[in-house]
């Protein structure tokens, strides 16, 4: 008898793990969008109530599947809308907390190009257990960026939205253009990043 697909995605995801941190942030999302007490809920439905996600240890990448999923069923919107949300919501947090290996004078382009050398960089050195995703930026023009994206979390739709919290950050938003040119559920995915220029007086 052949066994679901989800039987197998769950199999490979048992030793994936995702850092206490990325539940801190999600909760911080749930409760800012909804309440306390929806937070509960989902984590109820979703099998994690009695968990705590300490910010010093990991978890499996399950749970967080488990509690977006539940959130999906409440408000109508797709896994990945949730997921794109939560990365443009998290990204205030995340300035906060590398401000240091952040230069001043860097823009949204800048980030992205120093993303995987320096902030991922530092990840892995304060954290031997940390496991950030593998970005590979190719600075194709002026006014493009090419993404290649790595993770066996499959979380392109998180990626994608940091990435759109980061231009809102700096206030490109409307300049800044965001596109997964693949399935954002895959390990690898590929993203586009458009820059419009801006005419001087306009």
Do not use: C
């Not at 109820?44 to 996600?53: I, L, N, P, Q, R």
């Not at 902030?119 to 090419?146: C, D, F, Q, W, Y």
């Amino acid at each position: 008898m052949a066994l679901p697909v989800t039987f197998y995605k769950t199999m490979e995801n048992q030793d994936l793990r995702v850092h206490g941190s990325i539940f801190f942030l999600l909760k911080k999302f749930v409760v800012a969008h909804f309440s306390e007490d929806m937070w509960d809920q989902l984590n109820g439905e979703a099998g994690t109530g009695g968990k705590s996600f300490e910010m010093t240890q990991n978890y499996p990448l399950d749970d967080i599947g488990a509690i977006v999923g539940a959130a999906s069923r409440h408000t109508g919107a797709s896994v990945n809308e949730l997921k794109e949300k939560f990365g443009e919501y998290l990204v205030p947090d995340l300035f906060r907390l590398y401000a240091s290996y952040l230069r001043p004078e860097w823009t949204t382009r800048d980030v992205l190009i120093h993303t995987e050398k320096v902030m991922h960089g530092a990840v892995r050195k304060l954290n031997s257990t940390a496991n950030p995703p593998i970005l590979n930026v190719s600075e194709v023009s002026e006014t493009l960026l090419v993404i290649d994206y790595f993770s066996r979390r499959r979380m392109g739709s998180l990626a994608v939205g940091i990435i759109k919290g980061i231009a809102r950050y700096f206030g490109e938003q409307d300049v800044v253009q965001v596109t997964p040119t693949t399935d954002p559920d895959d390990e690898r995915v590929q993203i586009r990043v458009t820059f419009q220029k801006v005419e001087l007086g306009s």
